[in-house]
């Protein structure tokens, strides 16, 4: 039986669902922003100081990953929190962030993620299984390599382009890490590229958005996290979108989906509907 199907062998969406369900019932036990801002005192292997609903998001879903462990199934998870966890095997990951968007789920802000991907190898190009979870417009996004994606259960349209004005412009472009000292570095070509800029606060929903064409495109302006990109940036490719991670591994690096799975910030992302949008973006960055 090949790495493969193995993989997809185990039932991915049902544990990434009930984890959904633990998460919900933190956030629900912590309902106001004096609650959520809590720290444990502890750094995540992210490097980000740890809440306390981070700590216990993180444990919901470890109870779910432990429960396919004890079901049989073998892989190592790789956790913004915890970082890297053996499950008995190597070579099958599942990447964690337990929620992408801790500022906004601590000021009580709207978009905030569970993020879930698994891979059969050490890179985006190896992502087999994506799943992501927004709590603030309550929307389900999950894809499977060769499968295709789908949002609360209904599939994407692979088919749906940008929106460009006459001078070439997008209409709506996502960015995230909004630093404003960021914004200003890029901001001259930004102003090129777009009409319209948006910054939810999440990159795994972010990605989402143009996996629905709701975005034109999005761009980090600055180097993400494997953590918070791997699932989203499937769903975008499954939806029919391209995705890259022009600077990861330095300027010999020609695969755009190169960036290693982990918990450290290695390599801006992009995405867009076409080819030829992707490009431009990646000029930007580069």
Not at 50 to 58: N, P
Not at 72 to 80: D, P, W, Y
Not at 140 to 158: I, Q, S, V, Y
């Amino acid at each position: 039986m090949s790495a493969s199907t193995t993989l997809l062998e185990i039932d991915w969406l049902g544990a990434c669902r009930r984890a959904t369900d633990g998460l919900r019932d933190v956030l629900r036990e912590r309902p106001t922003s004096l609650e959520r801002v809590v720290e444990t005192g502890e750094r995540g292997g992210g490097g980000d100081r740890t809440l306390v609903i981070d700590s216990q998001a993180e444990d919901a879903v470890f109870a779910q990953l432990q429960g396919l462990h004890d079901d049989g199934a073998r892989f190592t998870a790789i956790s913004e929190e915890r970082g890297v966890v053996d499950f008995g095997d190597p070579d099958l990951l599942v990447i964690v962030d337990p929620i992408d968007g801790s500022m906004n789920a601590k000021r009580g802000l709207p978009s905030h993620a569970l993020s879930i991907a698994v891979a059969d190898g050490p890179t985006m190009a190896d992502v087999a299984f994506g799943f992501v979870y927004d709590f603030g417009p309550r929307e389900e996004w999950w894809a499977e390599r060769g499968e295709g994606a789908w949002l609360n259960g209904e599939r994407l349209d692979t088919s749906l382009g940008e929106r460009r004005g006459r001078d070439g412009r997008l209409e709506v472009l996502g960015i995230e890490s909004a630093d404003p000292r960021w914004v200003k570095l890029y901001i001259d070509q930004l102003e090129t590229a777009a009409y319209r800029l948006r910054a939810l606060g999440t990159i795994a929903s972010s990605l989402c958005q143009v996996a629905a064409a709701r975005f034109d495109g999005m761009l980090s302006l600055r180097r993400c996290r494997g953590v918070d990109a791997a699932a989203g940036q499937l769903i975008v490719r499954e939806a029919g979108g391209h995705v890259s991670f022009p600077d990861a591994g330095g300027r010999d690096n020609d695969d755009p989906l190169g960036a290693p799975l982990d918990a450290a910030p290695t390599a801006h992302v992009v995405a867009a509907r076409s080819a030829d949008v992707l490009g431009k973006l990646e000029g930007i960055i580069r």
